[in-house]
């Protein structure tokens, strides 16, 4: 399992469970439950509590939780409670998570979404959807993982459940890194990060930086992934988060060790490993043992407590390789060993829990037989019409995603032969034309030279024009730096011609930031536009050009010393309407201050889009 999905099982699974309990009980201590329900009586609030403790329990032992689970669930039946049903369904769906059986894990968040659809529960659908999404993230299925993730996102928004709302961003990113997709992957964990950073939720802080430490590492980026992920473990350890410190800490030191920085690599592993051995971690024991063993085949670190003489004794450097490996193949078989008990185990108590229930049914079916029959055929057509649905939304929005990879090519595919073909057939025009100019020179034929001029003049405005668009629709140029360096080439050109001096106040450093292709070509056609005006028109000599991002806006400034003009004649000018007009296209808004003989400020203020 990799870091990312590592860290999520170990901080947002039980978080996500916190989360969920909050937003609907007060969070109790397993006593405290077992007390409560001793004295409960046979209604909803046992089986909020019987609940809570199938949730806390399964931390410790899945089939003790699995059988409390099914009581709520029995309960919440013979009250003929819907929401206390959803709850149940989610617990079940929860215990068969953790064991591995991610089908039936499905089945019952499906018919959590059914019943809380049918109580008006939208807090239940938005965990029963969060958590499918998850389900198919361990299934390795990125593409229903987004899918369920972007509906629970929607809802989470729609209700303003601020936690449910970093979680799910976050999710996003775990999947597109999982597509390789790492700008995008990247775009939903800072975006995840600032949500939990918003909420004070630490833990999911250190989550998201952990994330993006391991997107870094898959890039062979490995200064940027040990910046974030020490800051992760940072979070961690200051929160007592030991499970989740052992898991981060036992990457920097793999990092440490990709970079050769061995003595580096040996402290955080050996850290990560007494840690593991001390919570009884025995996948990151394995791991720790396996790195170790690594790190003593290429280093010449020494083994700890011995003498210098010992730094270059390559045979017990050998020894001690050897030992690690062997510990190491020593807690893989007795991992594989556990997991096969395990499922026997699991097997064994779901065969006896099967075996009771069916004896049940048989002496209920005497006086039930007809009824029964009735309602099987009724939630086998219900679950039949509900799988048909999902799986036509399935097809739907995979048609969409795969419209939306042919676009990207139809567009790459665009910019080329739009420079290729019409490009270099305008090039040529504009060559001979001037080729043209240049022969008549000694001749007098004016008329002649004069539509020679207009040709050579109206195919460079093509060319210009052209570019734009070949600019415009080129995949490539959909980032920030692409859109600022096309500015400062565009204005340079232009103010320099006129010798007028300027200065850029643009961000310096790199961001993660993509436009569509509708936002970027308004943005950068209203930036030309004021730039055009400002050379022809204000007569200044110095021009000064901003660019400021937020977290919520793009400000673009364009200011002057020049001669300025009457607000009121603004009115009548086309130029100004078409950068309103296309203002208006990206939900932006222009402002334009201009005093006599003082110069002129136009701000262009539009949201993020990051």
């Not at 929401?83 to 149940?88: E, F, L, V």
Request: hydrophobic residues 40%.
């Amino acid at each position: 399992m990799n870091l990312c999905k590592l860290v999520l099982l170990l901080g947002i699974v039980f978080a996500s469970q916190t989360g969920y309990a909050q937003a609907t009980w007060p969070n109790m201590a397993i006593d405290s439950l077992n007390k409560l329900i001793r004295i409960d009586q046979e209604d909803t609030n046992k089986v909020n509590h019987l609940v809570l403790l199938s949730r806390e329990i399964s931390r410790q032992n899945t089939d003790t939780a699995f059988i409390i689970a099914n009581t709520a669930l029995d309960l919440a039946n013979k009250l003929n409670w819907v929401k206390g049903t959803a709850h149940a369904h989610i617990a079940i769906a929860w215990c068969y998570y953790v064991r591995g059986n991610y089908s039936k894990a499905l089945e019952y968040n499906f018919k959590a979404i059914k019943t809380g659809e049918a109580s008006g529960d939208k807090q239940t659908v938005l965990f029963a959807l969060s958590s499918i999404g998850q389900v198919y993230d361990s299934e390795d299925d990125p593409y229903k993982a987004i899918e369920y993730h972007a509906k629970a996102l929607q809802l989470a928004q729609e209700i303003h459940d601020e936690w449910s709302i970093a979680r799910n961003t976050g999710m996003m990113g775990t999947a597109y890194q999982d597509l390789k997709k790492y700008p995008l992957a990247l775009q939903y964990y800072f975006t995840a990060y600032r949500l939990t950073e918003k909420i004070g939720y630490s833990n999911g802080m250190a989550i998201w930086l952990s994330n993006i430490g391991s997107l870094y590492i898959e890039l062979a980026r490995y200064d940027s992934a040990l910046w974030y992920l020490n800051r992760s473990a940072a979070i961690f350890r200051s929160s007592g988060n030991q499970w989740a410190y052992a898991g981060t800490i036992l990457d920097i030191g793999k990092v440490h060790l990709t970079q050769k920085k061995y003595r580096k690599s040996f402290t955080s592993l050996d850290t990560a490993l007494h840690i593991s051995i001390r919570l009884g971690a025995l996948e990151d024991q394995r791991n720790a043992y396996l790195a170790l063993s690594n790190l003593y085949k290429e280093s010449d670190i020494g083994l700890p407590g011995m003498n210098n003489a010992a730094l270059l004794n390559k045979e017990l450097m050998r020894n001690q390789a050897l030992t690690y490996y062997q510990q190491y193949v020593a807690m893989k078989d007795s991992l594989n060993n556990r997991e096969v008990q395990k499922r026997s185990l699991s097997l064994e108590f779901e065969n006896k829990t099967a075996s009771a229930k069916m004896e049940q049914e048989k002496k209920d079916a005497v006086s039930k037989a007809e009824l029964y029959t009735q309602k099987i055929i009724r939630n086998s057509f219900i679950a039949g019409s509900l799988l048909l649905m999902l799986l036509i939304v399935v097809l739907v929005n995979r048609s969409k995603l795969k419209r939306g990879i042919e676009l990207e090519k139809m567009r790459s595919r665009l910019s080329r032969d739009l420079h290729d073909d019409i490009g270099s057939t305008l090039s040529s025009i504009n060559i001979l034309s001037r080729t043209a100019q240049t022969n008549l020179k000694e001749t007098n034929d004016e008329k002649t030279k004069a539509s020679l001029e207009k040709i050579n003049e109206r195919s460079q405005r093509l060319l210009d024009s052209m570019s734009d668009i070949i600019w415009n629709i080129n995949p490539g140029n959909d980032t920030m730096e692409e859109v600022m360096s096309r500015m400062r080439e565009y204005a340079t050109s232009l103010l320099e011609a006129k010798n007028i001096e300027y200065s850029f106040n643009f961000p310096k450093q790199q961001m993660d930031c993509r436009l569509s292709m509708e936002v970027k070509n308004n943005l950068y056609l209203i930036f030309k536009e004021a730039v055009n005006n400002l050379s022809k028109y204000s007569g200044c000599t110095h021009a000064t050009l901003s660019l400021v991002l937020d977290e919520k806006n793009i400000q673009l400034t364009i200011e002057d010393n020049g001669i300025g003009f009457n607000e009121a004649e603004l009115k009548h000018r086309g130029g100004l309407l078409n950068m309103q007009q296309r203002a208006q296209e990206i939900k932006g808004n222009i402002s334009i201050h201009s005093v006599i003989n003082k110069g002129t400020r136009i701000v262009l203020t539009m949201p993020g889009y990051c």
